[in-house]
């Protein structure tokens, strides 16, 4: 008799599975991280992640995915409902240094997966699309410069923010706050945008 698949439990458990591999590739990193380490992390057999994924590749490139999908939806969401140009520009700094940990976790993987990914296609494919997810949010933000040099400068945006968290992931004790600063003063110059107090960055607690 054929095996009956609930799509949504599927689903529920696929989801699982990836944030399990997500923080095993934190911890172990891209090249030394196995199915067996993942199966491990996720309290399950190498043959459900197989059966789920097909391989490893299969279940990295879901893994970025699901996590770079979701930070630009969110951040996409989180601009449409702020009031303002200067709450657009608090929710966006916020969504790039979320807390201290999640951002060196999240900074950590894609740059470990952007070094695999430049000599793996597939993976590479998976990089695009992340490049293109960001784009739209960046593009969304640079509007607030005008409509004229858009693409320009959500390049730039991008830019500030990867320049910044690589940064973030050499400091041995990184201020929150003064990342956020530090991003929303770039923010700023970008798009030629004048300082709001109102979005300013106090201490992070």
Do not use: N, W
């Not at 599975?17 to 380490?37: I, N, P």
């Not at 459900?48 to 990295?60: A, D, I, K, N």
């Not at 933000?141 to 005008?146: E, H, T």
């Not at 959500?154 to 041995?172: M, N, T």
């Amino acid at each position: 008799m054929a095996r009956t698949v609930d799509p949504i439990r599927d689903r529920q458990r696929r989801a699982a599975l990836e944030k399990a591999a997500y923080f095993a590739l934190y911890e172990r990193g891209f090249a030394g991280v196995t199915l067996a380490d993942i199966a491990a992390h996720a309290g399950v057999s190498r043959g459900t992640l197989v059966y789920h994924f097909g391989s490893r590749s299969g279940l990295l490139g879901a893994v970025m995915r699901r996590f770079t999908r979701t930070i630009a939806l969110s951040t996409r969401r989180a601009l449409r409902q702020a009031a303002g140009p200067g709450e657009q520009l608090r929710a966006y700094v916020e969504h790039q240094f979320y807390s201290v940990e999640s951002t060196r976790r999240f900074y950590t993987v894609s740059l470990d997966f952007l070094a695999a990914a430049t000599r793996d296609p597939e993976l590479m494919a998976v990089q695009r699309d992340f490049l293109r997810e960001t784009l739209e949010v960046d593009r969304q933000l640079a509007r607030l410069g005008g409509e004229k040099g858009v693409g320009r400068r959500a390049r730039q945006l991008r830019a500030l923010v990867e320049g910044l968290s690589v940064r973030f992931l050499a400091d041995p004790e990184p201020d929150l706050a003064a990342y956020r600063a530090d991003c929303l003063a770039g923010l700023q110059a970008i798009l030629g945008t004048a300082p709001d107090e109102r979005c300013s960055f106090g201490p992070v607690p």
